[in-house]
């Protein structure tokens, strides 16, 4: 059974510092990875996905990164904004079309 | 594109009663959508996986007597909790899947739900 895991719980930085989020997961063998954003109270934004062929996807400030062989996706985003403030969940799918497992999420404050 | 609603965004209902929560896939067809709890502080869990035709996969412990799903046609999902009770209190998102090269998920913007 896939668990997913984020550590930290909980992450405080001042603004125009990078943050470096990360992601383990137990079965390597995935079918994609999908990095979301999720505001209080709110739904989800997908943020990136990543295939299980691929190292990495860009987006803006944003890029994710996928090691399958450890386990692992580190989400980096560039210089930090108060506006970043939310809570980041990564998510594995075993197959095409099939669910997703969370991992627990990462709350993020950027301080002005 | 590939936008998924949800109706209602909140709902308050008595205990006893039964609410129904839709989900649709707006500009997309879904053969499989998905719909998952979140608890305050914590992550999403699946409940089940939604076929359209077909019945629903339930995951472990969720009540398919309890947490009736229809997929009736490839854009509707709805979610009915029978005779709600306190404990039943969550947020509710489903998800569609966008068939194609990569599968994405995308997911409706949630339903609150209280039972008093």
């Known amino acids: 059974k896939q668990e997913v895991t984020q550590i930290p719980a909980a992450l405080s930085v001042p603004e125009g510092e990078n943050l470096v989020l990360n992601c383990s997961f137990t079965?390597?063998?995935?079918?994609?990875l999908q990095w979301f954003r999720q505001d209080p109270g709110k739904g989800l934004t997908s943020l990136l996905l990543?295939?299980?062929?691929?190292r990495e996807q860009t987006s803006g400030r944003l890029n994710a990164s996928l090691d399958k062989s450890s386990g692992r996706s580190t989400l980096y985003i560039a210089a930090s904004q108060p506006g970043d403030s939310a809570t980041y969940l990564c998510?594995?799918?075993?197959?095409?079309?099939?669910?997703?497992?969370f991992g627990g999420g990462t709350r993020v404050l950027v301080k002005p | 594109g590939a936008v998924v609603s949800q109706h209602p965004s909140r709902v308050i209902c008595k205990s006893g009663t039964s609410v129904k929560i839709e989900c649709r896939s707006l500009?997309?067809?879904?053969?499989?959508m998905f719909w998952y709890r979140q608890f305050p502080k914590q992550s999403l869990m699946l409940m089940a996986t939604?076929?359209?035709?077909?019945?629903?996969?339930?995951e472990q412990g969720v009540e398919k007597d309890k947490f009736l799903i229809n997929h009736a046609s490839l854009t509707l999902s709805t979610l009915t909790v029978t005779s709600a009770h306190p404990e039943d209190s969550s947020f509710y998102i489903c998800?569609?899947?966008?068939?194609?090269?990569?599968?994405?998920?995308?997911f409706g913007p949630g339903t609150r739900l209280t039972v008093t």
């Open positions: 998800s569609a899947i966008q068939t194609g090269s990569v599968f994405e998920q995308y």
């Open positions: 079965d390597s063998a995935i079918y994609n």
């Open positions: 990543i295939q299980s062929s691929q």
């Open positions: 998510a594995a799918s075993k197959a095409a079309g099939n669910k997703l497992t």
């Open positions: 500009d997309f067809q879904a053969t499989t």
């Open positions: 939604s076929n359209e035709g077909s019945k629903a996969t339930y």
